[in-house]
């Protein structure tokens, strides 16, 4: 099988790659990144000497003539994680997530219908659906969209368009819309890995708001599973749900972290919430397990246990990350607050 990856070298793009090459031996697999702030070479160290299996492109998928060369070589499947992925710094300035977001899938169509590709996987997420009030039930893939940020109405978007090829040119196409991923190799902009850094540092732990957002978390390489079956055995134009069934309001991890890094809660700090903060999310998954025959596997204690681990060990890994152009993010965002 042969895969063209995108957004490879972000998060789960890399254990996605990292996954499926260790998993399977007759796979290779084209990787296509723009390598902006959130990518990193170094995520993939490990199989960029194999050369037969894995190629690494440098570009924007929303270059047409660099994606169509690409594609034309007629991968299996197009596996599409390039984004912008995040919230706070789509308030901040949308730009980068209409371009990448819902242009760069629309390219990344155009040339997959041009030159006849097996089948599209539209990496969204459980964002699009908005928010839920406590006691409602967890998101289904019928619910409406609702999305209630820059970042979530693009990803929004984007499914939209998906929806739209697969209906007007029959295209084979797969949505997965996933809940929040914990694990190794996250950028620590986001809340775990960020959690987890500042208290190694003991410098502040930003709680936005009352710390009682709720989000339901699954750990990185149980979606990567997921999207694998997705990928090969979903049905065309189908929505995947995948989620972790494992809600926590987000002090409690805070608190959780402090207590294993033997840190004191006196390092966590309120502050300002987050303009159109979503409250809870929670993912039904039904569709996936009943027709893939998908559950996640990790449970939250022992992929929270590897996470801190892996980020005690990797300092070097992202303290290299939280300087230079990821302090002016920051200086910009509390500014904001
Ligand atoms: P990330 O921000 O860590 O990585 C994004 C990657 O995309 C980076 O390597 C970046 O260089 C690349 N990229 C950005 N713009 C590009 C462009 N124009 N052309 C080519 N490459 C580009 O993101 P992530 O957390 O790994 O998320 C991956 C995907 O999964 C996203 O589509 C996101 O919406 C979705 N998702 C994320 C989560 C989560 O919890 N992180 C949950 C559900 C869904
Ligand atoms: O639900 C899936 C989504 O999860 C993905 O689509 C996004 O790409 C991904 O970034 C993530 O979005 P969230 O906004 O839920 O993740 P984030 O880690 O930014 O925030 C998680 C929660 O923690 C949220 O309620 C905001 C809160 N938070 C976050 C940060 C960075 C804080 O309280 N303090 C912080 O400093």
Redesign the pocket.
């Known amino acids: 099988m042969r895969l063209l990856v995108?957004?490879?070298?972000?998060?789960?793009?890399?254990?996605f790659i990292l996954s499926m090459l260790k998993t399977y031996q007759d796979l290779s697999i084209i990787n296509?990144?723009?390598?902006?702030?959130?990518?990193?070479l170094e995520n993939l160290v490990d199989v960029t000497h194999d050369k037969n299996r894995y190629t690494f492109v440098k570009?924007?998928?929303?270059?047409k003539s660099l994606v169509s060369e690409i594609v034309s070589t007629k991968p299996d499947a197009v596996v599409?994680?390039?984004?912008?992925?995040?919230v706070d710094r789509s308030i901040l300035d949308a730009s980068?997530f209409l371009?990448?977001?819902i242009i760069?899938v629309q390219t990344l169509l155009d040339c997959c219908r041009e030159h006849g590709v097996g089948r599209f996987v539209q990496?969204?997420?459980?964002?699009v659906y908005g928010s839920l009030g406590p006691e409602d039930p967890p998101f289904v893939e019928t619910n409406h969209l609702k999305p209630n940020s820059p970042?979530s109405a693009s990803?929004a978007s984007a499914d939209l368009l998906v929806r739209a090829y697969h209906k007007t040119y029959n295209m084979d196409v797969v949505i997965?819309?996933?809940?929040?991923?914990?694990g190794l190799l996250?950028?620590p902009e986001?809340l775990i890995p960020l959690m987890i850094t500042n208290a190694i540092q003991n410098q502040e732990l930003p709680v936005y708001g009352d710390g009682l957002n709720v989000r339901d978390w699954i750990y990185?390489l149980d979606?990567c599973k997921a999207i694998d079956k997705v990928m090969r055995d979903g049905r065309s134009g189908r929505i995947y749900n995948i989620g972790g069934s494992c809600e926590y309001p987000n002090i409690e991890i805070v608190k959780l972290i402090l207590t294993k890094l033997k840190k004191p809660f006196s390092l966590i700090k309120y502050v300002q919430d987050r303009p159109g903060h979503d409250r809870r999310y929670s993912m039904d998954a039904t569709r996936i397990r009943d027709e893939l025959g998908w559950v996640p596997s990790t449970g939250f204690e022992e992929g929270i246990d590897a996470t801190i681990k892996w980020y005690i060990e990797n300092e070097s890994w992202w303290r290299k990350i939280k300087s230079g152009e990821y302090l002016d993010y920051y200086e910009k965002w509390y500014g904001n607050l």
Not at 32 to 40: S, V
Not at 59 to 63: A, P, R
């Open positions: 995108t957004g490879g070298l972000g998060f789960i793009g890399s254990n296509l990144d723009l390598i902006t702030y959130a990518g990193n570009g924007d998928i929303t270059d599409n994680f390039a984004a912008e992925s995040h980068a371009k990448t977001n760069g990496i969204s997420t459980d964002e970042y990803k997965t819309r996933c809940s929040n991923n914990y996250q950028f986001k990185v979606h």
